[in-house]
């Protein structure tokens, strides 16, 4: 597989010289700074382009060419946003650039509820506590209905840990929630956020489902011209947050978006840390019954437990079976005569990088880390 870091943008802590010595040859990238719904010019791009190749490196994957909330909700001006999302993918082609990881998730990206959770080794790691959430969910947002969205225990878990926070503790899992985190252009005050939040009042599972079909519907002919590949990311984490409907969180899922949408266009970037987190996810069935349909891979590990917690853990440890995972996908991209992009994921903060403030999940050593392990399962399937 291609070997890849996410880089985002020349403002990233972690540079393209980092990235190149921890053995990378790809870039993983998106133009963060351009809002969402405009056009990436074709210029803007060859310029951001020209300088990740300059740093020997190349530009493999986008990650990614949001996807306007307008769209989403199909509503206001969503027709002018799906044209210019379209004059997008043929900017970037003309540019030689064929794969697009996107998602679907209403108005927050992935979701976690602590960003320095610290390991019993003293790094730190991404963490997700179902209390926690529902605690802002209940006590901070104060949405209408919440406490239904979540069991008794759960409750009462959240009622006690809400009372013994205090007024730094609550303002750091707010800002936790809904600050902008990597991969995410927009960030809210919980006003706003309560604002947004109303436009999915209407829009069930069932309405979004078909939201993405119909832009799904829009956008594949154009890629298909252009021969780009749309990559959809699982949801992260893969149930329903703060009464939002997930639609990508299950090998059911999978199917029926690449059945709705039948193109060899249409496929999925396979995140074995999102879709791992829900344990009736069959990784190994997903790469069988999808193989010809995964055109990204991201590998990292979570450690979930029964509760719906989770945290990442070492990229090969936790409950994915990682080998077994990196032993299919060489298999089926022998199949396929291609090779895959693949990145470590969300990686610990790790030595001096404990003394580096960076994008949560994005260290420099911790992913360099991963990727050396995941190289070595790579190296020694591939040498027996």
């Known amino acids: ?34 809002p969402n719904g405009e056009v990436w010019s074709r210029q803007q791009i060859k310029e951001r382009k020209n300088l990740i190749e300059n740093a020997g490196l190349s530009w493999v994957v986008v990650e990614s060419v949001p996807v306007h909330e307008k769209i989403k909700t199909r509503t206001g001006n969503y027709k002018d946003l799906i044209e210019n999302y379209k004059k997008t993918l043929v900017n970037l082609a003309a540019e030689e650039i064929y794969t697009i990881c996107y998602n679907f998730m209403p108005i927050l990206d992935w979701i976690r509820t602590d960003l320095y ?41 959240a009622r006690l840990y809400y009372t013994n926070m205090s ?49 799904l519907n829009e956008i594949l002919p154009t890629a298909e011209q252009v021969g780009c590949f749309m990559a959809i990311h699982p949801d992260d984490p893969p149930f329903s947050i703060l009464g939002l409907p997930r639609i990508m969180s299950s090998i059911n899922d999978i199917e029926r978006i690449l059945t ?44 979930r437990d029964s509760e719906g917690n989770f945290f990442e853990a070492n990229h090969l440890e936790g409950d994915v079976p990682m080998y077994a995972v990196i032993k299919k996908l060489l298999t ?22 404990l003394q580096i403030k960076t994008n949560p999940g994005y260290s420099a050593i911790g992913r360099l880390k991963g990727l050396a392990e995941l190289r070595g399962v790579m190296y020694s399937l591939q040498h027996k």
Not at 271 to 297: M, P
């Open 1 to 34: 597989m291609q070997q890849t870091m996410r880089w985002y943008g020349p403002k990233d802590p972690v540079s393209l010289q980092d990235i190149r010595q921890a053995g990378a040859s790809g870039i993983v990238t998106a133009l963060h700074e351009i």
């Open 117 to 157: 959770y610290e390991l019993p080794n003293g790094a730190r790691a991404l963490y997700f506590e179902m209390k926690a959430l529902a605690a802002f969910d209940i006590f901070i947002l104060q949405r209408e209905g919440a406490e239904e969205s979540y069991t008794t225990d759960v409750l009462e878990k």
């Open 167 to 215: 007024s730094d503790e609550i303002d750091r899992l707010k800002r936790t929630i809904l600050d902008n985190l990597p991969g995410a252009e927009v960030g809210y005050t919980l006003e706003e956020f309560q604002k947004v939040l109303s436009t999915y009042d209407e829009i069930d599972r069932s309405k979004l489902e078909e939201h993405l079909r119909l832009f």
């Open 260 to 303: 709705n949408n039948a193109s060899p266009n249409n496929g999925i970037t396979f995140c074995t840390g999102s879709l791992g987190v829900k344990k009736a996810n069959d990784l190994l069935e997903i790469i069988d019954r999808f193989s010809s349909h995964i055109h990204f891979v991201h590998l990292r590990s979570t450690k």
């Open 332 to 353: 089926i991209q022998k199949k396929r005569n291609l090779e895959l992009p693949m990145r470590p994921d969300h990686g610990h903060q790790l030595l001096t990088d």
